[in-house]
């Protein structure tokens, strides 16, 4: 059951590299994290299902593929995820948006939920959950545990960095969720940060601090 895709892609690893270093614009950072949210759609959407439907071209007429299935819902968590949202929507434009907000705490490191939106046929669709750092896990495992409630039983989640650690205790309580993940690093630090990682991906795109 348990999944774990990490995306070699030259493109995808050159630009997590740009992201890990210190001295980068907010600009610069945030236009990144679009870019590989893009190109993180193409890979996670790399198994859709397809239909064979009749087409006409100007020529003649014919049997073409196209996407069958379950339609998707993007579902950022707040803040970060948000980054990922324009590339992955300029890819799959018909996409629903589910926004999940939630913060870490930083003396328990639990996630607080804060806003909760989704459409009203999430639990039809397939399930996108968006967020760049896959650290103790606690906030990824809270937003898949919520869109449960709400009945969704297809997901899967993208992020562009994980810890170890992390990834171990997502699939241990979500195991049917599969991950997509640029790269995963050697471990957390003693506050929940991901080393070498990338900092604070939320305040390195706003400029908060
Ligand atoms: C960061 C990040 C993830 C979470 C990851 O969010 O964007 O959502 O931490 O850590 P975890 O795996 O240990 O839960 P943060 O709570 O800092 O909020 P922000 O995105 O609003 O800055
Ligand atoms: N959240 C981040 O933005 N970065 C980390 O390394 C861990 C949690």
Request: glycine letters at 4%; hydrophobic letters at 50%; charged letters at 25%.
């Given at each position: 059951m348990r999944q774990l895709h990490v995306v070699k892609h030259p493109l995808v690893q050159h630009k997590l590299t740009l992201m890990r270093q210190e001295v980068r614009s907010t600009q610069g950072f945030?236009?990144?994290l679009n870019e590989v949210g893009m190109l993180l759609?193409?890979?996670?959407t790399r198994d859709l299902p397809l239909e064979q439907v009749e087409i006409e071209t100007p020529l003649a007429p014919?049997?073409?593929?196209?996407?069958a299935g379950?339609?998707?819902?993007?579902?950022?968590?707040?803040?970060?995820g948000v980054g990922f949202l324009d590339g992955?929507?300029?890819?799959?434009?018909?996409?629903?948006?589910?926004?999940?907000g939630l913060y870490r705490d930083p003396q328990t490191l639990q996630a607080v939920e804060y806003y909760f939106k989704a459409p009203p046929d999430?639990?039809?669709?397939?399930?996108?959950?968006?967020?760049?750092?896959l650290a103790t896990a606690n906030s990824a495992v809270a937003a898949v545990d919520r869109l449960k409630e709400r009945g969704c039983r297809e997901l899967r989640l993208v992020c562009l960095l994980a810890a170890p650690e992390g990834v171990e205790r997502f699939h241990g309580t979500?195991?049917?969720?599969?991950?997509?993940?640029?790269?995963?690093?050697?471990?957390?630090?003693?506050?929940?940060?991901?080393?070498?990682?990338?900092?604070?991906a939320g305040d390195r795109m706003f400029g908060t601090r």
């Open positions: 945030r236009r990144l759609a193409y890979e996670v014919m049997k073409a593929p196209r996407l379950k339609k998707l819902v993007f579902a950022p968590i707040l803040r970060a992955m929507l300029d890819l799959v434009p018909s996409a629903r948006v589910a926004h999940i999430v639990a039809e669709r397939l399930v996108i959950v968006l967020d760049p750092m979500h195991p049917d969720v599969p991950i997509w993940t640029a790269a995963v690093d050697e471990r957390l630090n003693e506050h929940g940060y991901i080393v070498p990682g990338l900092g604070d």
